[in-house]
Each structure stands twice: as structure tokens, then as C-alpha cells.
């Protein structure tokens, strides 16, 4: 049970579909990282702590990155880089430490999971947790499984509730809310989310809205429009064309 | 050939603009909503074009998107001045359709007046930092100037180095006060007007010539 929501304690394999959405149980959003190895749920003396600690949030935000749309991704790009970079910098390590196999898993948990977890704390949780799968029997199921959580595209009905936004992670930000956009339960949240990563328009509720003029002089992104739910359309500078004005 | 026309067309135009000294300004008419700027917009466009620019109206956030009047030419003292005007949406930082209730107005309609007003927001802060050559700072002069949108704004554009004129909008209101305006930014010239009644007209025209000719 690599995943383990820290709100109900609901376990989840690695890779699970599931948690993109929220714990289907409790609704929770934050899961702690289990390696094979560290199943025990007390913290350990040492090393076990500081791993649970660190991995946590990473698992997050992973889930966070792989469910928004466009308008989260616009503020992620200092983020990235610091994926890109803690990428390799991790993929190195773990060439020392493990197997090829190994290295595989764990550059693809920080690429996918990491956005601003401190880069030396997180790299070396990873290599432990590296050693771990080394080692165990599980290796290849979570490759597996690791796999299809990067590449596929969660279907519907392995959701427990009905959230547009996480069926179609990749979409751009010009897409509609659908029709009854603001009748979904995950609209709260949604408006929260948003809200704590786009200051400059602050959703009050419907039809109310609070406005950081700093923070909107200062971006270079374009809101075009807003949407009844909560979403945004920006124009970014990358398609500003000379003839733009 | 589409292409071809089109590099041509691009290249043409920045060319004109580096060479070219007389290329019009473009200046925003900024403010709170409800201050005049419309009017204002809509008396200089008319003064000098003829047509109007958008829509005036005694409810907040009427004008919901940046709109433009290019190529006015101002005549002040045997000299043309040409600006680009853009009428600006009204700048804050609350929008809420319980507001517009108070106008008889659905709430549906009330909720979209203030989407497309925040977008308007938006749109305007955007003008300010890319497109903007000069500020007209339209304020209501019967409404109390310091406020954080004012002083922000007035900071901001002052930061861009932008040349700003002041208005203190709405003299033919008893309750106006030019003072409490000129106070408020001691910086600046303001000068007073009612771009309703088109009174001291003749004085900004001049300023703006002396401001953005």
C-alpha cells in the first residue's frame, strides 16, 4: 500500500486512479508515500519520520498537477524547472544506489510528483525509497502501474465523484464547464484551489469577486475571461503575436 | 502570397513607427466606475470625430471591455495633436452583482454584469502595463479621492512614467469638491470639468495638448 490518505488512512496502491480525484472515502487530498519496505503505519525512530514527512507533500502535488487545467499550469513553470532540474539531479543519485530498474521508478515519481519540495531533502527520501523497490517483489507492478498512471487518462467511472476537470488534465484553458458546471459538488473546492494559486481574482461566490490589481499589473498573462465555474481564460505572452496590440 | 503580403504589411508598420515621429498616442481614460469616463470619451470623440465611443450609463460597469477611438485629432492653438483614445472599464477592487440589484436588474444578469465587469478589471490593468502612452485619471469629484484603486493606480502610473492629466469629473453636481481632489494628489495638475455639461472643455483640450502632443 504505497499511498495512504492522512486523513481516514485509506490505502491505495501505487499508481491508483483513484486519489487523482481526492480520497473516495473522506474526500481528503493529502497522501503519504508507503515504500514497500516502510508499511509499518507508526512513524519509525530516524529515517522513517523525516521519509513520511517529505514525501507527503510531494505525493500531493503530484496528484494536484495531473487533475488541474490550464490555469494552475500558467504559475507552474518556475515549478517545472525545478522538476527538470531535481530530475536529474535525483536520476543521478539513484544510478549509484540502485538498479537501472530502480533509477527508472524514481525519476519518474519526481518528475511527475515534484514541484517544490526542497530538491536535497526529497532527492534523498527517494533513493531510500529507491533501495526499498530494489529490493522488493513489487518492482515491476509498480512500473507498471506508474506507467499507466502517466500516460492514461482516467475514465469517468473509475472516479468516485464526478469531476470534469480531472477527465481531461491536459485540456487547455478554453474549455467549457459544461452545463451545469456549478452544480458540482468539487466547486468549493475548486474556487479554493484557484484561489490559492491565482491571487489576482478572488472568487468570493457567485458573482462576487475580489480583485488584486498589483497582482494583476504585474502578470504577464492576459485573463480573457472567467468562467461561471470558477475557471479562467488567459492568453499567455507565448501567444502574443507582433501584430497583438 | 498571403504570407508575403502579410511580412511586408508587419515590416511596413514597424518601420513606420520607428521613423515616424507623429504616431498618435494612446491614451487610457482610467478611473473608478462611475466617474464619467465614458462621457468624457464620448465628448472628446464627438468634439473632434463626431461619433461617440460606447454606451454611458448611470450603472456601475458599464463599460465591460477596453474600447478604442483612433486617430483623434485635437486642434489647439493653430497645432494638431492625434491620440488613440481607449475608454477603459472602471477600476476596483470588489465587484459584486448585489450592487446591481439596486438597478432593477435580474440576478442573472446582475452575476454576468459582474463577470464581464472583473474581466473588464483585468482588461484594463493589461492596457496599463502594454498599451498605454498617457493616462487621463478621470475622478467623480462629489466622491471622496483617497481610496486604495486611486492611489494604486495613480502609484502605478507614476511608476511607468507616464504623463497623467486629472480630472475632477461632475462639477455641475452641488456636492462636487475640486479641492478635495487636488489634495488628494498634490502631485499632479487637476483640472476640473463636467464632461456632462461640457463645461471647462476648452482647458482640457489644452492640457492634453500640452500633456500627450
Partial sequence: MPHQCTSCGRTFADGSKEMLSGCPD?????????PP????????????SSDRDATAPAETEGQTASRDDAEPRTRSNSARRTADATTDATTDATTDATTD??????TSVTTDAETDAAASGAE????????DAATGPEVDAEDRAQASARSDVVSPDELPDTDGTSSRPETGGDDGGGPHADERPGLDSLREELNDQFESIRIVGQGEYELNLMELYDRQEYIISLREDGRYVIEMPGDWGPDDE | MGLLTNLRDSVS???DRLFTDSEPKRIGIYGPPNAGKTTLANRIARDWTGDAVGPESHIPH?????????????ERNGRKVTIDIVDTPGVTTKVDYKEFLDHEMEKDDAVRRSREATEGVAEAMHWLRED????????DSTTDPFTQVNTMLIGIIESQDLPVLILANKTDLPESNV????????????????????????EVYDKIAEYFG
Fill in chain 2, 179 to 202: 479641492q478635495r481632489v487636488a489634495n488628494a494628489f498634490p502631485q499632479h495638475e487637476t483640472i476640473p470639468l463636467s464632461a456632462l455639461e461640457g463645461e471647462n472643455m476648452d
Fill in chain 1, 101 to 106: 530498474a530502480t533509477t527508472d521508478t524514481t
Fill in chain 1, 37 to 48: 519496505g516502510a508499511t509499518d503505519p507508526d512513524p519509525e525512530p530516524g529515517s522513517g
Fill in chain 1, 124 to 131: 534523498a527520501d527517494r533513493v531510500e525509497a529507491g533501495d
Fill in chain 2, 132 to 139: 498605454v502612452d498617457g493616462v487621463i485619471y478621470v475622478l
Fill in chain 2, 13 to 15: 508598420r514597424v518601420t
Fill in chain 1, 26 to 34: 473522506c474526500g481528503g487530498n493529502k497522501f503519504q508515500f508507503k
Fill in chain 2, 62 to 74: 458599464e463599460t465591460r471591455r477596453a474600447r478604442r477611438k483612433e486617430g483623434v485629432e485635437i
